[in-house]
Every structure is written in structure tokens, then in C-alpha cells.
């Protein structure tokens, strides 16, 4: 079956330093590949996305490349803020005999410090 | 314009109660999801439900139905009340066909069982 594995939290960094959260997945198709983020109270938002392979999703400063060779998925941001201080999660999408199904890894908690 | 919407945000009730809580989407969309967030933050669907076919996950309990009166609305009704059902809940819709199953979501409804 599908699963995505990103790296266990909390992630604490400083003002302006460089993001790295790792996920990678195992799928039995060809997925599309999302990050979502989900600040304090709110429900998840889609950060970015991408449906092949060597796709570059970007958004608010964050990217991401769909590395089919390695199955990986990993968010990167050179500078973060305060203000993305949130729980990102890493999904795939896969067609699953009879509908599409999201699958979330266990999602990383960033808090970003002034 | 709000997208996905759930009612209430907050439901606090005594165990062995029933309780509904109410999605509704102005997409257009053809699928509807319901997910339950534990105090982990970690994601696990329940249902998803499209005008041809309702799937469920086969862990969910069947104290939990879902009702779905029209293509924009994905009610979640729950039975008896216990403990473990506290979590928050949070509703989605897609157009699987055409979106690769991008997701979007509603803001989430705490419950809390007494």
C-alpha cells in the first residue's frame, strides 16, 4: 500500500535560517505529491504541489521537487518568519482501484523563533 | 467566499449522547471526505463519499455514518458518544478527476465527549 514518511518534529529554528523538512513516500502508481500547512486553530491549506516527476511546486517562498529516483518529496525554504510557525504535513495521491486517495504523513510541527 | 465550511467549530457533549456535525462546500465538487485529527496531529480519513460510491475506512466505527442530502453537503452523524471519539474533525471536497484529488478543506470541528 501507499505511506509517506516525514521527519519526526518539533523543528525549532531562528528567524531568517534555512527549512529542511524531509518526506518521502512509497506508492504502488504514479502519484501527485502535496504539501499542505495547517496554522494554530485552522484547518489544512494546500502550500504546493506536484504531478510528475522533476515537478517544482512553489508558494510563499517554499519548494518542493518530486524526485521520482530517491521517492522523495522534500520542503525546503531559505529564509523562514515567525509567521510560518505551523504543522506541515507531506500527502500522495494515487488512484486506488476505485478512487483517488490522499495519504498524509504523520505531519511536522515548525515553530519559528524572533 | 468560504470554500469548505463546517458547523459548529466547537461541540462539547456528554458521552452516550448522538451528535451531528454539518459540511457543506461551494466548489462544485464531486467528492466529499471526512478525516478525524487526533491529539497528535495526525490525519486519518473516514470516509470518502462521491455520488456514485461511499467508501469507508473499515477501522471507523459504525457508531459513524455519514449523510450525504445533496452532492454539496457531507454530514457526519455520530452515535453514542464515547471518550476516544474527542478529536477534531475536519471535512474536504475535490474534483478527483480533473485535480489529481488536490484537496480543500474546512476548519475543522473540535469535539470534546465528557
Known amino acids: 500500500g501507499n505511506s509517506v514518511t516525514q521527519m519526526e518534529g518539533p523543528v525549532t529554528l531562528s528567524e531568517e535560517a534555512f527549512l529542511t523538512i524531509n518526506c518521502t513516500y512509497t506508492?504502488?502508481?504514479?502519484?501527485?505529491l502535496f504539501w499542505y500547512v495547517q496554522y494554530p486553530g485552522e484547518g489544512l491549506q494546500l502550500l504546493l504541489k506536484a504531478t510528475k516527476a522533476d515537478d517544482k511546486g512553489s508558494n510563499k517562498g517554499f519548494e518542493a521537487t518530486y524526485r521520482k529516483e530517491t521517492t522523495s518529496f522534500h520542503l525546503e525554504k531559505g529564509s523562514v518568519q515567525v509567521s510560518d510557525s505551523a504543522v506541515y504535513f507531506c500527502a500522495l495521491s494515487d488512484y486506488g482501484g476505485s478512487n483517488y486517495k490522499l495519504t498524509f504523513g504523520k505531519g511536522t510541527l515548525l515553530t519559528v523563533n524572533p | 467566499d468560504t470554500a469548505v465550511s463546517q458547523t459548529p467549530k466547537y461541540l462539547v457533549t456528554q458521552m452516550g449522547n448522538d451528535k451531528s456535525i454539518k459540511c457543506e462546500q461551494n466548489?462544485?465538487?464531486?467528492?466529499m471526505y471526512w478525516y478525524k485529527q487526533d491529539s497528535k496531529k495526525f490525519l486519518k480519513i473516514m470516509f470518502s463519499y462521491n455520488n456514485k460510491e461511499l467508501i469507508i475506512n473499515e477501522t471507523v466505527p459504525n457508531r459513524f455514518s455519514p449523510k450525504s442530502p445533496d452532492k454539496a453537503h457531507l454530514n457526519l452523524h455520530i452515535n453514542s458518544l464515547e471518550l476516544g471519539d474527542s478529536a477534531v474533525y475536519f471535512c474536504a471536497s475535490s474534483q478527483v478527476e480533473t485535480s489529481r484529488n488536490e484537496q480543500f478543506f474546512g476548519p475543522g470541528t473540535r469535539l470534546t465527549v465528557l
Open positions: 466548489l462544485g465538487h464531486d467528492t
Open positions: 506508492a504502488t502508481g504514479y502519484p501527485s
